[in-house]
């Protein structure tokens, strides 16, 4: 028999047990935690950043009948959030130079300025022309406001392209119109000046014979 008792009869004191303790930083609820702030954090900042994603533009702070000469007492600002590029473009920044302009059609209190309803006077003295025009003529993202020139290409292989119009501005373009293929057809309003108007006949008939066709001109 052996005797493990010491001295005074006790027995030998015990070593403590080492528990193999994992670092904090490598516990997995810890992990996640830090995750969720950051993530957190992300998504706060990405907040703030699109929180003032705006345009200011002016609307009308009374009823302005068409042919008045626009002044700071008839317009105020608003800020807009637009969800395109081309939807803001269709209506009057507030940085805008506003000299001169006049409306050009009646617009409503509180209604946004359209940029095809704020011209000058010679624009104000404009003939509006419709024009039927086959889809494959045009660029396919043509705007109101865009800038272009109106060819006439002949039925007639034959015979050449005409230029009937430079530098004419669109008012209003409809969505394609008719069954998909060479048929489809958009509306396009275009504003003739007085001087525009004199090529109007010649035009015309020109059109008779062949379709029209739309390029448009770099901002």
């Known amino acids: 028999m052996v005797d493990t008792a010491g001295r005074g009869g006790f027995g030998a004191p015990s070593i403590p047990a080492q528990r193999n303790q994992r670092a904090r930083w490598k516990d997995g609820r810890l992990v996640l935690g830090v995750l969720l702030v950051a ?11 699109s929180a003032d ?18 002044t700071g007492e008839d317009l105020t600002t608003v800020r807009v959030r637009f969800t395109s590029g081309q939807d803001a473009e269709q209506y009057v920044a507030a940085d805008a130079e506003m000299k001169g302009l006049i409306v050009a059609r009646a617009v409503d209190a ?16 404009r003939t509006e022309l419709p024009l039927s025009v086959a889809s494959g ?6 705007a109101d406001g865009d800038r272009v020139d109106i060819w006439v290409v002949p039925k007639d292989d034959e015979q050449a392209a005409k230029l009937l119009w430079s530098n004419i501005r669109v008012l209003q373009i409809d969505a394609v119109k008719g069954v998909a293929g060479g048929s489809a057809r958009r509306q396009v309003l275009v504003a003739l000046t007085p001087k525009d108007l004199q090529k109007l006949p010649a035009a015309l008939t020109a059109m008779s014979q062949g379709e029209p066709t739309l390029v448009r001109r770099a901002a």
Request: charged content about 25%; cysteine-free.
């Open 137 to 142: 003529k045009l660029p396919s993202d043509t």
């Open 110 to 125: 509180g209604e946004f300025l359209p940029r095809d309803a704020a011209v000058t006077q010679a624009d104000s003295s």
């Open 53 to 70: 994603d705006t345009t200011t533009i002016w609307a009308a702070k009374r009823d302005l009948p068409a042919g008045t000469k626009l």
């Open 39 to 49: 993530i957190t954090a992300l998504a706060g900042a990405k907040l703030l950043s």
